[in-house]
């Protein structure tokens, strides 16, 4: 079985950034994906977007990941993961995330692409 995710979107909002009491850094992203597709039953065209969240554990991204904006046109590799945790009411939830081996800024947003400067070169 392959765990392989290549996935292309937005940045939904800018990146969150967390260290744990271990001195580990995370950084999340939310990246939009959006599909079209013609109803079975009307034949009218609907859209869909689904926010999909991704977790950059890699110390070797997180100095990139916090160059990156909402907006930002992303392409990632990943892998999914699945986080299960007990509520408090004792029922197991599960929750799908992409954990980010690589990643590469594809676009600016419309106001970055004005200020554009060294920070962004060779990501």
Request: aromatic share 8%; hydrophobic share 35%.
């Given at each position: 079985?392959?765990?392989?995710?290549?996935?292309?979107?937005?940045?939904?909002?800018?990146?969150?950034?967390?260290?744990?009491?271990?001195?580990?850094?995370?950084?999340?992203?939310?990246?939009?994906?959006?599909?079209?597709?013609?109803?079975?039953?009307?034949?009218?065209?609907?859209?869909?977007?689904?926010?999909?969240?991704?977790?950059?554990?890699?110390?070797?991204?997180?100095?990139?990941?916090?160059?990156?904006?909402?907006?930002?046109?992303?392409?990632?590799?990943?892998?999914?993961?699945?986080?299960?945790?007990?509520?408090?009411?004792?029922?197991?939830?599960?929750?799908?995330?992409?954990?980010?081996v690589n990643f590469s800024l594809l676009s600016l947003n419309a106001k970055e692409e004005v200020f554009l400067?060294?920070?962004?070169?060779?990501?």
């Open positions: 079985m392959v765990n392989h995710v290549v996935l292309i979107g937005k940045i939904g909002a800018d990146p969150r950034v967390y260290t744990d009491n271990h001195g580990n850094t995370r950084v999340y992203i939310s990246v939009g994906n959006s599909e079209n597709y013609r109803d079975k039953d009307d034949l009218q065209w609907k859209h869909k977007l689904n926010w999909i969240p991704c977790a950059i554990t890699s110390q070797n991204l997180i100095h990139k990941a916090k160059l990156l904006r909402k907006g930002n046109t992303v392409h990632i590799l990943g892998r999914f993961y699945i986080y299960e945790q007990i509520d408090e009411n004792k029922v197991k939830q599960q929750s799908v995330n992409i954990q980010v400067g060294d920070e962004y070169a060779g990501l």
